[in-house]
């Protein structure tokens, strides 16, 4: 772990800027120190963030390579202390988004893009106090004189950081905030020490339930029902090959081919995949009627915190639930195998079909607006609007179908 960042500025491949009590590390074409990188991961590691992959040295890299290699924007914003060592590290995203405003009936207003900074985590690897969080603002507020927005993603419900957000009199002086649409609700499933312990949160009926369709299946495919797992570099080209079938299966049961460019190419799933087997990131599922795929689960495993990125599966077996059989074989696989505490499932509303396992967690993002003439003006507009809508709402009858006959008295 470095000692201080202070002592071995002349060690760290990258360059750097001071601001306030942190610095700012701009990666070269060499990677990090080992040492940062070691402390870095040892930081992720202590923490149960389900989002802590999107904070890793690991996505870091990947996100650069993303954006076109050592001329990327992104950067580190790095704390260390004398005789502590490394105490904190955010990760910082830059590139051009649109903010997105809700309107009315769904609609959305979406700006035009504009430079933003993104924090991909609210559980920040920081220690606890705000006067640590003043610091980072103040070095984001210099080290970006432009102003640009910020935008910090997957800030628990309630947390720290979240309670700064919404009292801090600096943030309040310097931006509006806004939340960003469809990021509320977060799905998580922790995982006992066993699978027969996870399988008695169900009551009788699910478990029987759960017992016949795996059978059911287990027939349909004549005994050939098979389930493999990939982590490495070696069998991804294999897990792209069932990958890329299964999206064949559903376009054409939609009665439309899909390109196949998307895997082929060096970016998007195909990319994202090869990027993480490369890390030793990857656990991916496939489940196979003989050789052919019917089902798979793509995602990534940091410590205990397991994320799943996608699932599919082949509507042709839809009858006998592939989706449901893979997940539980999958989750006896995650305690048995490199045993992971947590599952994340990421943003939706899921809980229905996982009562007795799912765990709802409130969640929120924000765009931090710089405050100026022109975002006062949108501001006024936007709130304006918004408070008409609700009072039209208010107003306007619900239709007869909902309203109380009249009485025959």
Not at 227 to 235: I, L, N, P, W
Not at 313 to 334: M, T
Not at 376 to 393: P, W
Request: proline fraction near 7%; include cysteine; charged fraction near 20%.
């Amino acid at each position: 772990m470095i000692s201080s960042l202070q002592e071995n500025r002349a060690g760290l491949a990258a360059r750097h800027r001071a601001m306030t009590s942190w610095s700012v590390l701009v990666p070269t074409p060499d990677p990090f120190p080992i040492d940062l990188r070691q402390a870095w991961r040892e930081m992720l590691e202590a923490t149960d963030d389900p989002f802590a992959l999107y904070q890793s040295p690991w996505w870091f890299d990947y996100m650069r390579e993303e954006a076109g290699g050592e001329s990327s924007p992104y950067v580190l914003a790095v704390r260390g202390e004398a005789h502590q060592g490394l105490i904190g590290i955010v990760p910082l995203y830059v590139n051009r988004q649109r903010c997105l405003f809700p309107l009315a009936r769904g609609r959305v207003l979406a700006t035009s893009q504009t430079k933003m900074v993104t924090l991909a985590s609210g559980r920040l690897l920081l220690p606890p106090g705000d006067h640590w969080l003043d610091d980072l603002f103040a070095t984001l507020a210099n080290r970006h004189p432009e102003r640009p927005v910020l935008k910090i993603e997957n800030i628990p419900v309630p947390s720290p950081l979240h309670a700064y957000l919404n009292s801090s009199p600096r943030i309040r002086a310097r931006y509006f905030l806004h939340s960003v649409p469809a990021m509320d609700r977060v799905q998580t499933i922790s995982l006992p020490q066993s699978y027969d312990e996870f399988m008695a949160r169900y009551n009788a009926k699910k478990r029987y339930n759960l017992r016949r369709q795996h059978r059911l299946l287990h027939e349909r495919t004549g005994g050939r029902l098979e389930m493999r797992r990939h982590e490495s570099s070696e069998g991804i080209e294999e897990l792209l090959a069932n990958y890329e079938e299964l999206l064949q299966y559903r376009a054409l049961t939609a009665g439309r081919v899909e390109p196949l460019l998307t895997l082929r190419s060096p970016g998007g799933v195909a990319g994202l995949l090869r990027s993480l087997a490369r890390d030793g990131l990857l656990r991916a599922y496939v489940l196979k009627d003989g050789d052919r795929p019917i089902g798979c689960m793509l995602g990534a495993q940091l410590g205990q915190i397991f994320v799943l990125r996608r699932t599919l599966h082949d509507p042709a077996y839809n009858a006998f639930s592939p989706g449901a059989a893979l997940l539980h074989l999958a989750i006896e696989d995650l305690i048995n195998h490199r045993r992971v505490g947590l599952m994340s499932f990421g943003y939706g509303g899921h809980e229905n079909d996982f009562r007795s396992t799912n765990d709802v967690r409130d969640y929120t993002s924000y765009w931090l607006i710089p405050k100026s003439w022109k975002s006062r003006l949108f501001q006024v507009s936007y709130t304006t609007f918004r408070r008409s809508v609700s009072a039209l709402k208010a107003l306007t009858p619900p239709p007869a179908s909902q309203s109380k006959a009249p009485s025959t008295d």
